[in-house]
């Protein structure tokens, strides 16, 4: 079913019954009160990422207090999305992007992943949190990935494990296309591992092509920016293997 994007949406993490209401916090007061200026009776969309979605009837039973009180379920809670999307942090503004772009095409998962090249670092993992459920009320998502502490590539790869396949973008890789490469890859539990800005070291590609879970893959005959790489992979993943499908 598809989202309706003429109604407002709004992420709650609380139980989702119908006609069990629940007082919003003081942020979440203000969005709605201040900022849109809804009023008594007034209907929204909530979700939790666990019991779908459902229309939802503001009630203001103090000047100072807001009630969401569930009415009815507009959307089941699908399957949750399972490609795990791994990244080198990239300076903040690009960071956003990166992430919200990786909510929208269907991570289920974001790794944040330390390389020897990374410029970019995370210091409020929060932060990152925000931007995904940002990223989700914004694009109808009801499935809100996590978000994993960060980690430093060669430990994440020592405890790696080998029923999950990482498509790793080689920008070292001769080819260009990578859909003969894709249509070879049989699991169906993924990651997806995009470089920094600078890259992947030369003893980071020799020892991720040397793993026998690891595919390169290439994308195609340019050099792309780390966030434009993030969208283009997976992107074609996407459709090549992935949910598109």
């Known amino acids: 079913m598809r989202a309706n994007f003429r109604m407002q949406r709004l992420f709650v993490d609380v139980p989702l019954v119908q006609g069990v209401a ?77 992430v919200q ?18 410029q970019g670092k995370i210091t409020n993992l929060d932060k990152v949190k925000a931007n995904v459920i ?14 994993a502490a960060p980690a430093k590539l060669s430990d994440l790869l020592d405890t790696w494990p080998g029923d999950r396949r990482i498509l790793f973008c080689d920008e070292g890789d001769e080819g260009q296309n990578p859909l003969p490469i894709l249509a070879k890859v049989t699991e169906r539990k993924l990651a997806l591992l995009v470089g920094p800005e600078g890259g992947f070291s030369e003893e980071e590609r020799q020892r991720l092509r040397s793993l026998s879970f690891v595919t390169a893959i290439p994308l195609g005959p340019r050099i792309l920016r780390a966030d434009t790489a993030a969208v283009a992979a997976l992107a074609v993943i996407q459709a090549a293997i992935g949910d598109w499908r």
């Open 101 to 118: 772009k990786a909510v929208e095409m269907g991570a289920g998962t974001l790794q944040p992943v330390m390389t020897q090249h990374v």
């Open 22 to 98: 629940h007082e919003v916090s003081a942020e979440q007061f203000n969005y709605l009160a201040n900022v849109l200026r809804l009023e008594d009776g007034a209907e929204i969309l909530t979700f939790n990422g666990r019991d779908g979605e459902w229309r939802t009837r503001l009630a203001f039973p103090t000047r100072k207090k807001i009630n969401l009180e569930p009415v009815e379920q507009t959307r089941p809670q699908p399957a949750p999305c399972d490609l795990h999307y791994l990244f080198a942090p990239l300076k903040v503004g690009r960071l956003d992007y990166l």
């Open 134 to 147: 940002e990223a989700a009320e914004q694009c109808g998502i009801l499935a809100v990935p996590d978000v």
